[in-house]
């Protein structure tokens, strides 16, 4: 099974380059992040037509996530037990953000996951994303005791540069979010409870997968790695390879982000076995 996790920064505006990549590049399973559409705006139809299930969660212009799976999409949730749910206004109700989406691709459990930024250090949002990796972090746990072999990939954007190598100047980030201890402890508390393995960083020699737009971070190599592919014991054994697809970066008109590709030999499961999925569903909170 060929795992992309992909930040397109709009499917809207970079559903071509989706449908490229997913060609180019003969992905299996593709989580995406940052859709931003709602579940009727999003180009379910060209994916389709390539033979992809899709499944989407987003309800506004902001964050939103899905799943196309070409190798059986089945048992869809729309958000993991526990998920913290959070508005600018703190009095205001909370509401339940579309940034998880996981379902059974081919034997594995995916999660397609955009973890919440933080904004800054001093901000309710820093707090918000704490809260919702130790939320994650508790479901994962909860999932790997009960089933210890689960085939699991918890994939996506996670905010947080696990180490000081991956950023490309430690100094420019001191005070700033997505490099602080409490979010790298969160971090590494969610890969302990699940034994998690960071594969692409393993396998793939932890290339930057984000370049900001701004000052020609890209064409400086001024990136960051903050989207993983963080896999269960049992399907670590069997990744083979990684890589991020800089290509995809350096397009016309291209996301922020770079594919993080991982190849995973899972045994196939039968054709329609696991049934397909719509472009929208009901909800589960």
């Avoid at 593709?30 to 559409?37: D, Y």
């Avoid at 999660?111 to 933080?118: A, F, I, K, R, T």
């Amino acid at each position: 099974m060929r795992l992309a996790t992909w930040n397109v920064n709009s499917a809207r505006t970079r559903k071509q380059h989706i449908v490229d990549f997913l060609k180019q590049r003969d992905i299996d399973v593709l989580a995406v992040q940052e859709t931003k559409c709602q579940d009727k705006q999003f180009p379910a139809e060209l994916f389709e037509d390539l033979g992809y299930a899709v499944a989407h969660v987003g309800v506004n212009q902001w964050n939103g996530v899905a799943l196309l799976s070409r190798v059986g999409l089945a048992d869809v949730q729309r958000s993991f037990p526990g998920q913290p749910r959070f508005h600018k206004d703190a009095d205001a109700p909370q509401e339940l953000e579309p940034r998880a989406v996981g379902a059974l691709c081919g034997g594995v459990r995916v999660w397609s996951l955009y973890v919440p930024n933080g904004r800054s250090i001093f901000d309710r949002h820093y707090d918000y994303k704490l809260r919702w990796l130790y939320a994650l972090r508790n479901h994962v746990r909860q999932e790997l005791a009960a089933e210890p072999e689960q085939l699991m990939a918890l994939v996506g954007d996670f905010n947080v540069a696990r180490r000081d190598e991956d950023v490309w100047d430690r100094e420019f980030f001191r005070g700033k979010t997505h490099v602080t201890p409490a979010e790298r402890v969160a971090l590494e508390d969610l890969m302990d409870a699940g034994q998690l393995r960071d594969i692409a960083g393993e396998l793939s020699k932890n290339s930057w997968t984000y370049w900001d737009y701004q000052r020609f971070r890209f064409d400086r190599d001024e990136g960051m790695r903050i989207d993983y592919q963080l896999a269960s014991p049992a399907l670590a054994k069997v990744a083979v390879s990684a890589q991020v697809d800089k290509q995809a970066r350096a397009a016309q008109k291209a996301s922020d982000h770079a594919p993080v590709i991982v190849e995973y030999e899972v045994p196939k499961t039968p054709r329609g076995s696991e049934g397909t999925a719509a472009s929208s569903f009901d909800s589960e909170d």
